[in-house]
């Protein structure tokens, strides 16, 4: 849809609140920072198609964004916002946990909430079955530790214990993923190998057998072209 006009009927602004959700937005009309930039503190643009937060810098006495259910990938960008205590992005398609982080703890300095459920960066069981509350917890330090001044992580209360444990150890809690793997080696050109065959009839009746055997050496230094047989020693 062409995103330089809004749907007036999918919009509510009351109270400083705007919502505009499910219109399968790429990016932020145009027409919303235009006409509400500088009057809302709360801004919902769920379930749309949301890629880009091209625009989002005129919404300038922002406190909350909910941005759930959209497209926001890792290379998304955030101005600067110094009001923003509240970022919601659950349902999106962040894989890469520290570069995420890094990019809020300096955009948003005054974050107080922050959910990231249902992203790969987030790794619990919403999003990876593969993960357990240990994963979990590591990933709640790392984030605890970059981002100081958060009181919700996710759906649940940052408590004393835990931000004492993310200031020691929340630095070396980073949670990584195996690289990708890379293409697969191409078959051989030729004829494909295979095992000698196996002697069924000669299985279990092998014997050992020793006697006497001339060798020859002729080493790198000898003197010139002595050599010594076996019965030489």
């Excluded at 500088?38 to 749309?48: A, G, I, R």
């Excluded at 200031?167 to 030729?190: K, N």
Aim: hydrophobic residues 30%.
């Amino acid at each position: 849809m062409e995103t330089s006009h809004i749907n007036d009927f999918a919009l509510s602004f009351e109270k400083k609140r705007l919502s505009y959700c499910g219109q399968d937005c790429q990016k932020i009309p145009s027409a919303l920072w235009k006409m509400y930039g500088s009057k809302v503190t709360y801004l919902d643009l769920s379930y749309n198609s949301i890629e880009t937060l091209k625009g989002l810098e005129n919404f300038t006495e922002l406190e909350e964004l909910i941005l759930d259910n959209n497209k926001i990938g890792d290379s998304v960008c955030f101005p600067l916002m110094p009001r923003l205590r509240t970022l919601s992005i659950n349902n999106n398609q962040i894989t890469d946990l520290d570069g995420l982080i890094n990019k809020i703890s300096v955009k948003f300095p005054s974050l107080t909430y922050l959910s990231l459920l249902s992203n790969k960066a987030c790794p619990n069981q919403l999003s990876d079955l593969d993960k357990d509350d240990n994963d979990y917890q590591r990933y709640r330090h790392f984030v605890l530790y970059k981002v100081r001044n958060l009181c919700f992580l996710d759906s649940r209360r940052v408590s004393s214990a835990e931000r004492r444990q993310a200031a020691t150890r929340g630095e070396f809690m980073r949670v990584r993923r195996p690289a990708a793997a890379g293409p697969a080696p191409p078959p051989p050109s030729g004829p494909l190998a295979r095992p000698l065959p196996v002697d069924f009839n000669s299985l279990g009746k092998h014997k050992g057998a020793y006697g006497k055997c001339i060798y020859k050496y002729t080493g790198k230094h000898s003197e010139g072209n002595r050599f010594i047989l076996n019965s030489d020693l």
